[in-house]
Every structure is written in structure tokens, then in C-alpha cells.
């Protein structure tokens, strides 16, 4: 059979970088973190024997092949699938992983995030490895930062894990806990109703960014920390309001925090962000730019009656505009039929 695994990515409304050390360590963070209905969707299949291991992404439109994973070579060449593979699959051989992502690469919505947690579903599942959402999330989250050396915190791997709004806490000295809030099903539909995910058409380095942020924080006085610690009290205050259907004081928060994750440091913002929240200002109630920053996606609370007078700004400018429904369900692994012998040779063929 053919093991497929789907992880939604998500958007980070309050507290995004709270979760990262070493802010995380020494003061403790809290983030509130939305998945939402873009995913990352890994195929894994075992081929005949021989047949060697084939990895191929079609988004990169890029792949390799190889007698067995022990060949695999770091080369720039979808590293990042090579490193869930070598983590999980050492003595593996005989089996082809197709990926796909319905979200652009580097725009801020966790995209690598999902795409390592299904990374780990689907393999666990190959393996016969029962492990909670929890769990593949911890697990996705290390690969992406001691194999493979990525800075940020784990945010982006529980939202692709756990599905739905969820209120993450950083315990000062370490360590995590991961709830889903209680939220009324009139105050989500509310937000889906009048919230729109916007694509400006840039994308961002969260890794430079991160980098940025790690040299402010390091100043005598670092102006850094102070935005740190509101970010984290604009994602407490944005969790109880969500709880207790208070819109108004969301938008406080979610508004906060844009400016607060601008204050983070410059490379945080940029022209083309600054000009679609001018543009909007006038239209929306609240929003922020997803992410590290610096390019890629925006969430916007729109006024009810201009919500059409968003897509139609936000596409003026070039921007592509997505529908923002959440996904309750975080990571999700079935099976399907396996695929023919045709369509095998079709993908080692691409590579």
C-alpha cells in the first residue's frame, strides 16, 4: 500500500519568536498559533527489491536516486527531505517518497514545518511506530534544528501536528505545553468569515532574520527583549480573549503584535509589507505579517462589509489572496492503493 500523511501549515496571530531560545530559556514565551487548510502532503511507498530509494519533491521539482539511504549525500540537493530520511530510515532501502505543498517555499506559514511533520508521520506509520501528535512534533522540530542546523523555536511543527488554536507556553529553563483553546464555534466562523490570508509575492530568510534578532538580543539594553516581552502578553491576552469571544480585544493584540514583531528588528518589515497594510488600513480591523517577516504572507481581520474591498486591494497590488479556514485535525496518515508500475517510472524518470 501507498502511506499518505497531510500536516497543515499555520499562522502565528500573537507571540511568534517567544518560542525560540534563547529567549524562550531565559524568560519563558507563549505563542497563540492557527492551523489553517494549506498542507503538506509526503507519499511513501516500498518498491521491488533492487529497485533502490527515490525521493522527489514537486514543488522543487527536484528528486534523487540511490542504491540505499546510507548513499545519501548532504549537496544542496533536497537536504531537508534527505535529513528526515537518514534520521528515520538508516538501513532502508527499495521505497520512493514524493512530496507536495499548497503554500509557496519561505512566506512564512510554517511550510517546512508541516512538510517535516508529515515527513515523520508517514514514516512512523511505515514503521509501525505508534507515536502521539505530540511526539511527531518534538521529533519533526529536532530534525529541522540539530540535524539539519535550522534556527527558530517549534511553534510551526505543533501547529502541523495538533491541529485547530492552540495557546503554546515556554516554561522559563525550558520545556512546553501545547493546548487547544476553547473557542466558541460563532467566534471561528467569525473569524473565517471576515480573516484573509495574503500572499505579497515575496519571499523572507527566516534563517537571516533569526540571525538578526540573536545580535539584537545580545545588546546591552536590547530594544529586542522588550518587544519579546510584548509579544508575550499581547499572545496571553489574545488566548483569553479568543476563549471569551472578545473580537475587539483580539484585534488589539493581533495589532500589537505586528508592531511588536517589527520591533524585533528592521529586517522584520520591509517596503512591500509597509505598503499593503497602508493600502489596507483603511478596510481591515486588525493584521499582522506571518513568520519571520520581511516578505511572504499577511493575516488580516477585515471589516465585514469591505472584506471583497481586501482581495480587491490585496490583488491590485500583485498579491494573491487565500481564504482562511481552519484545519482542526493536525496531521492526518492513511492508505491508498499503491501506485503502477507506470506511474513509478514516471517519478525516477524526473529525477
Given at each position: 500500500m501507498k502511506i499518505i500523511a497531510r500536516a497543515p501549515c499555520r499562522v502565528d496571530p500573537a507571540g511568534g519568536g517567544t518560542d525560540a531560545p534563547p529567549y524562550c530559556i531565559e524568560y519563558g514565551g507563549e505563542v497563540v498559533n492557527f492551523s489553517v487548510s494549506r498542507h503538506a502532503f509526503v507519499s511513501f511507498e516500498r518498491l521491488p527489491k533492487n529497485s533502490g530509494m527515490t525521493i522527489y519533491s514537486h514543488d522543487l521539482k527536484k528528486g534523487v536516486h540511490a542504491p540505499s539511504v546510507r548513499d545519501l549525500k548532504y549537496d544542496g540537493q533536497i537536504d531537508f527531505l534527505k535529513a528526515f530520511v537518514k534520521r528515520l530510515l538508516p538501513e532502508e532501502t527499495d521505497f520512493m517518497i514524493i512530496t507536495r505543498s499548497e503554500v509557496p517555499e519561505r512566506t512564512g506559514l510554517g511550510g517546512s514545518g508541516a512538510m517535516g511533520v508529515a515527513m515523520v508521520g508517514a514514516i512512523a506509520h511505515v514503521l509501525g511506530h505508534t507515536m502521539a501528535k505530540n511526539e511527531i512534533a518534538l521529533l519533526a522540530n529536532e530534525i529541522e534544528r540539530k540535524d539539519l542546523?535550522?534556527?527558530?523555536?517549534?511553534?510551526?511543527?505543533?501547529?502541523?501536528?495538533?491541529?485547530?488554536?492552540?495557546?503554546?507556553?515556554?516554561?522559563?529553563?525550558?520545556?512546553?505545553?501545547?493546548?487547544?483553546?476553547?473557542?466558541?464555534?460563532?467566534?471561528?466562523?467569525?473569524?473565517?468569515?471576515?480573516?484573509?490570508?495574503?500572499?505579497?509575492?515575496?519571499?523572507?530568510?527566516?534563517?537571516?532574520?533569526?540571525?538578526?534578532?540573536?545580535?539584537?538580543?545580545?545588546?546591552?539594553?536590547?530594544?529586542?527583549?522588550?518587544?519579546?516581552?510584548?509579544?508575550?502578553?499581547?499572545?496571553?491576552?489574545?488566548?483569553?480573549?479568543?476563549?471569551?469571544?472578545?473580537?475587539?480585544?483580539?484585534?488589539?493584540?493581533?495589532?500589537?503584535?505586528?508592531?511588536?514583531?517589527?520591533?524585533?528588528?528592521?529586517?522584520?518589515?520591509?517596503?512591500?509589507?509597509?505598503?499593503?497594510?497602508?493600502?489596507?488600513?483603511?478596510?481591515?480591523?486588525?493584521?499582522?505579517?506571518?513568520?519571520?517577516?520581511?516578505?511572504?504572507?499577511?493575516?488580516?481581520?477585515a471589516r465585514q462589509a469591505h472584506y471583497n474591498e481586501c482581495v480587491r486591494i490585496a490583488e491590485s497590488l500583485n498579491g494573491k489572496v487565500y481564504p482562511f479556514k481552519l484545519d482542526e485535525l493536525g496531521v492526518t496518515v492513511w492508505e491508498e492503493p499503491p501506485s503502477s508500475a507506470d506511474e513509478i517510472k514516471s517519478i525516477r524518470a524526473m529525477n
Open positions: 542546523g535550522h534556527s527558530g523555536g517549534n511553534q510551526d511543527s505543533f501547529g502541523a501536528a495538533m491541529g485547530g488554536i492552540k495557546q503554546i507556553t515556554y516554561p522559563k529553563g525550558g520545556g512546553d505545553t501545547c493546548r487547544r483553546l476553547k473557542v466558541s464555534v460563532g467566534t471561528i466562523s467569525q473569524l473565517e468569515r471576515d480573516s484573509l490570508m495574503i500572499y505579497t509575492g515575496d519571499v523572507h530568510l527566516s534563517g537571516s532574520i533569526h540571525t538578526d534578532i540573536k545580535k539584537s538580543y545580545a545588546l546591552i539594553d536590547s530594544p529586542t527583549i522588550k518587544a519579546m516581552d510584548n509579544l508575550k502578553a499581547a499572545a496571553l491576552n489574545m488566548a483569553r480573549a479568543l476563549e471569551a469571544g472578545d473580537l475587539n480585544a483580539y484585534d488589539e493584540c493581533l495589532n500589537a503584535s505586528r508592531l511588536n514583531h517589527y520591533a524585533l528588528h528592521e529586517s522584520c518589515n520591509s517596503n512591500t509589507l509597509q505598503t499593503f497594510f497602508k493600502s489596507l488600513a483603511p478596510y481591515i480591523r486588525s493584521g499582522k505579517t506571518c513568520g519571520a517577516g520581511g516578505g511572504g504572507f499577511i493575516f488580516v481581520h
